[in-house]
Every structure is written in C-alpha cells, then in structure tokens.
C-alpha cells in the first residue's frame, strides 16, 4: 500500500533516473550557488554627493556555481543519500575600472542581488546602479539630469555560453505599471513553469542638484504596488496571478559561509541530460537487442499449445496459472539494429525455469533496462488490459481456423490451423477470466520493484 512513497521505488520510476552499466542515480537536488567579495572605500575621490549611504561599499561577484547532487544505487534496492554535490564553477565577468561593463567598474552598488538558473538561462537582479559607472571620481555636473540610481534592468545568458565573456549577457528590462517604472521587486516566485514578481515600489527615486545647498541630494515619488507579473521565458513579461501557496515557491538567496559570502537559489526547471527515458522502446546487451511485447491482450502459453496441437488434439484448457503467467512470451530479441529490424526479425523468448505471476502480471509494461550485464525490467504498477472488442476478435479468428482445419489438404496444414485454432480460442478464455475478476487479478504475488532476466545463450 506504501509502494508508491517508498524511495526505493519512486527513485527507479524517476524520470531523472540516470542509468549506468553497474550503478543507477536519480537527480536529487540542483542548486546554484554564487561567490562575491565586498569592498569599502575603493580608491577614488568621492565627489560632491551626500546622503548617499552606499558609496563606498561595492560587491564584486566572482563566480557562479552549479551544483548536481544525486542519490545513487548499485543494487536497485538500497540508495547512497549522502554523496557530495558535482560542482562546476563558472567564472563572471571582470569589474573594468576604465570601461565598465553590467557589473560595474567598481562592482554593484548593493549586496541585494539574485542570480538564479531558470529554463536554461541565468539571471542576474542587480536593484541598484552606481553614479561612479558614470563617474570615476564621484563628481557629476550640476547641469546634468537628475541621477535614477534604481536598476530595472536585467540581465540574461544562455545557459552553457561563457559567462565570463560580457558581451553574451543580453540586457532586459523589467515592465512598468501604469507608466511608473519599477524601482525594486520585493519577492520572486517560481511554480517551475513561470517566473514571477510581486509587490515592488514605482516611481521616481533619483539624485537632484540642490542649488541652494550645492549638493547632490535625494528625492522620491514612490507608490507601494501589490501587483504581480510573470514571464515564461524570462523576457516578455505580462501581468498575472500567483498561484496558490501550495504551487509556488520563493526564490530567496541567502548568505552563509563568512567571510567568504555565498548566495544559494534552486536550479529551477533544470533538466537532466543524461537520464533515460522513461519507456525506452528497446535495450542492448552482448550485441543483440531485447524489448518486451507490449499487447492489449494476454499472450496464451505458446509452447504448451504447440505441443497439443502436434498430438493432433483440438481441446486446451486455460488455468489461472496460465493467465498470471501469460507475460512470459512478452520478452523479445532481436540481433538486428531495432531502427533497421522487421517483425520477423524479433523473436519471443521462452523461459527456462519456473517463473512467478509477477512476470507475466508486469512485463507488458515498465521500463525495460540492461543492468550489471542482465536485463532489468521495472514493475508496471498502472498496467490495465485495455479490453474493448478483443474476445470477439479472438473467437472469430478461432473458429475460421477451426474451418480451415477441418478441410486441411495435409496434416502439416492441419497441426498449423490447429495450433492458431487453439491459440486464439485460448486467448478468448483468458480474456473472459479477466473481464469476469477484473485487473486486480494481475497483482504479484509480493510486492517488488523489478525483476531480471539472465540471457543464456
């Protein structure tokens, strides 16, 4: 009954599942985390600015950090929790005291920054612009405009391009909301299919030149907005509705390790490259190919029928045992390449000892594998005969095989039209058990997760 929240088992069935030759991994968590120095003071002249509590302090971002963190197993049953992540580190660009760039000539002017990984691209939330970007020395001309210190803008990479290089980094600007541009958002928020901002500050907020004090100083029109918008792509954005709580999660960086400082943010949407497909058609061992035989009805036990229909006997009888392990001719192989391969060329394998109902209860679905040189099939705990007009099919094509053999010019004719004639009227027997017990008839025997099969040739 705990089946489906055993990690055992949710592991296996994972589409991030990650199969090696003698190990499995499932991607367990992804995460970003990002290396930056605070500097006070740089070396140049401050100027004429006042009321400018942040004109010292500058953060430089070093680098960014990708971390892969799995849970692995080498048996299928028993999973290693306690891995270190695989990290690679990506360098940013350099500060440019002569002709800075998005990062500034000194650094960002605030420690209040997001970087964070979404739909394979990586965004950076800078919030504040420095004067000393404009101005080395600190001094900007009474003459000049009024200086907008807050930072709408955004910016963009492509995951997997040099981050390092800031010519790859695209500019973007964050929308604005009845005219008024937005000065600071206050949250970011993912359901891992959009990214969203709620409730920012809009307005003005800029440095004035004062001519009757001579300095610089601050003045702000600022209105509070409890309003949210989203993007899908990271560019375009529009206004929305944040999802229910249960389906959003905050994207909050966080600072740990002092005084090396770090910010951390989930990898969101993040997708791994390696791992297998979750119903592989086929898979290959020692040069030949194998899959199973998926039907929408039960396979009738082959080899019992061929031999009573050598006897020249007309009468086989379905037993429950023969339905529960009606899978076991549902696993075929192939030595030619499955994309080059006809029907003729896959060809049934019957099994050499005895086999338990969860064989013929699960093979005609469930991930098919190789694994420590066997070939590993998963349980298929959602498997249903679709039964629609199968049992009628079957008995039509019993009974014209049955005429067939009744007027049969030779007896090889006649072992072969008895042999379909037992075939199809068996698998109408099996179809009317079913029908009659319903799919919970196909439960195992125990519950389990999988099952191998040791090819010998």
Same mark, same amino acid.
């Given at each position: 009954m705990d089946l489906e929240?055993?990690?055992?088992?949710?592991?296996?069935?994972?589409?991030?599942?990650?199969?090696?030759?003698?190990?499995?991994?499932?991607?367990?968590?992804? *995460?970003?985390?990002?290396?930056?120095?605070?500097?006070?003071?740089?070396?140049?002249?401050?100027?004429?600015?006042?009321?400018?509590?942040?004109?010292?302090t500058f953060i430089i971002i070093k680098s960014f950090i990708e971390n892969?963190? *799995?849970?692995?197993?080498?048996?299928?049953?028993?999973?290693?929790?306690?891995?270190?992540p695989i990290t690679k580190e990506y360098n940013m660009p350099n500060t440019n005291h002569i002709n800075p760039n998005f990062l500034g000539r000194y650094g960002i002017n605030t420690d209040e920054y997001f970087?964070?990984?979404?739909?394979?691209?990586?965004?950076?939330?800078?919030?504040?612009?420095?004067?000393? !970007?404009?101005?080395?020395?600190?001094?900007?001309?009474?003459?000049?405009?009024?200086?907008? *210190?807050?930072?709408?803008?955004? *910016?963009?990479?492509?995951?997997?391009?040099?981050?390092?290089?800031?010519?790859?980094?695209?500019?973007?600007?964050?929308?604005?909301?009845?005219?008024?541009?937005?000065?600071?958002?206050?949250?970011?928020?993912?359901?891992?299919?959009?990214?969203?901002?709620?409730? +920012?500050?809009?307005?003005?907020?800029?440095?004035?030149?004062?001519?009757?004090? +001579?300095?610089?100083?601050?003045?702000?029109?600022?209105?509070?907005?409890?309003?949210?918008?989203?993007?899908?792509? +990271?560019?375009?954005?529009?206004? !929305?509705?944040?999802?229910?709580s249960d389906k959003l999660t905050d994207i909050r960086s966080y600072v740990f390790s002092y005084p090396n400082f770090e910010f951390r943010n989930n990898m969101i949407g993040y997708e791994e490259p390696n791992a297998a497909p979750l119903e592989p058609s086929y898979t290959e061992l020692n040069g030949k190919y194998y899959r199973t035989f998926n039907t929408t009805y039960p396979i009738p036990p082959i080899k019992e029928i061929m031999e009573t229909a050598n006897k020249l006997e007309t009468n086989f009888t379905i037993t429950e045992e023969h339905i529960k392990k009606s899978g076991a001719y549902q696993l075929q192989v192939s030595s030619v390449n499955p994309n080059n391969a006809q029907e003729s060329d896959w060809v049934s394998i019957v099994p050499k000892n005895e086999i338990n109902s969860v064989v013929g209860w699960e093979s005609g679905g469930g991930n098919l594998f190789t694994f420590n040189n066997k070939i590993v099939r998963l349980a298929d705990y959602d498997r249903e005969f679709q039964i629609n007009n199968q049992y009628e099919?079957?008995?039509?094509?019993?009974?014209?095989?049955?005429?067939?053999?009744?007027?049969?010019?030779?007896?090889?004719?006649?072992?072969?039209?008895?042999?379909?004639?037992?075939?199809?009227?068996a698998v109408a027997d099996m179809i009317k058990i079913i029908k009659d017990k319903g799919n919970a008839y196909f439960m195992p025997d125990k519950v389990c997760t999988h099952y191998t099969f040791e090819v010998v040739n």
């Open positions: 929240d055993a990690d055992y088992w949710t592991n296996l069935i994972s589409d991030k599942l990650v199969i090696e030759p003698n190990k499995v991994k499932v991607l367990s968590e992804a *995460y970003t985390t990002s290396k930056f120095i605070g500097i006070y003071n740089p070396d140049f002249k401050k100027g004429n600015i006042v009321n400018y509590s942040m004109s010292g892969i963190k *799995y849970v692995e197993s080498d048996d299928l049953i028993n999973w290693n929790y306690y891995l270190n970087i964070v990984y979404f739909k394979e691209k990586i965004f950076l939330y800078t919030k504040y612009k420095s004067i000393f !970007d404009e101005h080395p020395d600190g001094n900007r001309d009474p003459s000049k405009p009024p200086f907008d *210190y807050y930072n709408n803008e955004y *910016y963009i990479i492509d995951y997997g391009k040099d981050m390092s290089d800031a010519k790859n980094w695209t500019t973007n600007y964050f929308p604005d909301y009845n005219n008024e541009k937005l000065l600071v958002t206050m949250y970011f928020h993912t359901d891992n299919e959009k990214l969203y901002f709620s409730q +920012g500050l809009f307005g003005d907020n800029k440095f004035v030149y004062n001519e009757k004090s +001579g300095n610089w100083s601050s003045e702000a029109s600022i209105k509070y907005q409890n309003i949210c918008f989203s993007t899908e792509g +990271g560019i375009n954005w529009k206004a !929305d509705t944040l999802p229910s099919n079957a008995l039509n094509l019993s009974q014209k095989y049955y005429n067939m053999l009744k007027t049969a010019p030779t007896m090889e004719d006649y072992k072969r039209y008895n042999y379909y004639f037992l075939y199809y009227k």
